[in-house]
């Protein structure tokens, strides 16, 4: 398996890029937030990579962390999302945003990602829910606290707003999460 790479930038792709590692040139297909993060031609770049291989077909995915090739390796493993989904879940949010918008069941933002629809989206949210909770790259959800994050999005919030508002409130078990909302809105009102 192709674990990473770390090479030369040869060329770019819409959707990838060509590097140049030791005399061999790899095409990698990747997210747009790993494209733009590249540099210019000539200059040396490092991937974390995901090495694809299937019946009529073989790929390199290039990320820029770990913790987004992870995400996308977990993605894969949902029945029907296939790499090209996935690198295009990843490229219009960010691994916290995604995380997020699955654990929170936030099915209609899902949605929104071309090639996702509604009946994806659902899957996605059901059988990713607890596995993206414990691998959730950005800070610990405390529990109850994706309700409010869900409530706050579908109210037309966007998952950074939710996740400030619900890191502000105070970390006190006796609140409902009625209360977390009201709080949260509050939050909103003070700005």
Do not use: C
């Not at 770390?6 to 937030?33: C, N, W, Y």
């Not at 993060?37 to 820029?64: C, I, K, N, P």
């Not at 099915?107 to 509604?118: C, E, F, R, T």
Request: charged residues 15%; glycine residues 10%; proline residues 4%.
């Amino acid at each position: 398996m192709i674990a990473g790479l770390h090479g030369t930038l040869e060329s770019r792709t819409p959707d990838g890029a060509v590097i140049k590692v030791g005399g061999v040139s790899f095409q990698v297909s990747m997210p747009a937030s790993t494209l733009s993060t590249l540099g210019a031609v000539g200059e040396e770049v490092h991937l974390y990579t995901h090495f694809h291989v299937r019946e009529d077909m073989v790929a390199l995915y290039g990320f820029a962390s770990a913790e987004e090739r992870e995400l996308f390796q977990i993605l894969i493993g949902v029945s029907g999302v296939g790499p090209r989904v996935a690198l295009s879940m990843l490229s219009a949010m960010s691994p916290n945003e995604l995380s997020l918008a699955i654990a929170t069941g936030n099915v209609d933002l899902l949605a929104q990602v071309p090639g996702v629809g509604k009946k994806m989206a659902s899957r996605l949210a059901l059988e990713l829910k607890g596995k993206l909770e414990q691998v959730w790259v950005g800070a610990a959800m405390p529990e109850g606290n994706a309700e409010v994050i869900a409530a706050l999005t579908s109210l037309g919030y966007s998952l950074s707003e939710a996740a400030a508002a619900v890191a502000a409130l105070p970390d006190s078990p006796q609140l409902t999460i009625e209360e977390k909302i009201k709080l949260a809105l509050q939050h909103f009102a003070a700005r």
